[in-house]
């Protein structure tokens, strides 16, 4: 599911990216499309949200492991629950915080403060579903792990909230 979700992402920033240098080419010829500053805005908000849970699963976010690598299977599993867990205290807290203001904007009817008034409901509402996707995947890995390591499958947590190693 997360990686056809990032998939949707990159194709977001590269529609706002193609209309970016279109609105550039049409400039030079004296047009413009309008509001390219502000989708792309959107565009880079919403593809952020939605793409750092495929980085989760593919446990690309970076971590510093110099103590954890020298651990044993049970410390380094260990180290692993401290990490998503951090990551997973973090996104609620993300997700939590964002919540109020969509709440705001849709109780207020918000538009944007430009020209094209963009109703602000419609870039906050996938950005706040982007912050609670990657809090519902980072808890529910976090339980995963939680689990594991009372069974103390230690391997196992390793393969899903380990720190992947180029060789």
């Not at 509001?35 to 793409?51: C, H, P, Q, R, V």
């Not at 998503?84 to 109780?107: C, E, N, Q």
């Not at 519902?136 to 890995?141: G, H, L, M, R």
Request: hydrophobic share 55%.
């Amino acid at each position: 599911m997360n990686e056809r979700l990032a998939v949707i992402a990159g194709l977001l920033l590269l529609a706002s990216v193609t209309v970016t240098i279109l609105d550039i080419i049409a400039r030079r010829v004296g047009l413009s499309l309008g509001g390219t500053d502000e989708f792309s805005g959107y565009a880079m908000a919403i593809s952020t949200s939605w793409g750092i849970s495929y980085a989760l699963t593919c446990m690309a976010h970076v971590r510093i492991d110099l103590l954890r690598a020298k651990a044993a299977p049970a410390g380094r599993a260990l180290f692993d629950a401290i990490a998503i867990l951090s990551l997973a205290g973090t996104a609620l807290v993300i997700g939590y915080r964002v919540w109020p203001v969509l709440a705001k904007t849709l109780k207020s009817g918000a538009t944007a403060n430009t020209p094209l008034e963009t109703p602000l409901w419609i870039p906050q509402s996938l950005w706040f579903a982007g912050w609670a996707w990657f809090a519902v995947s980072a808890v529910i890995i976090a339980l995963a792990v939680i689990l594991h390591i009372a069974g103390r499958k230690f391997d196992a947590v390793d393969e899903i909230a380990g720190v992947r190693t180029e060789v």
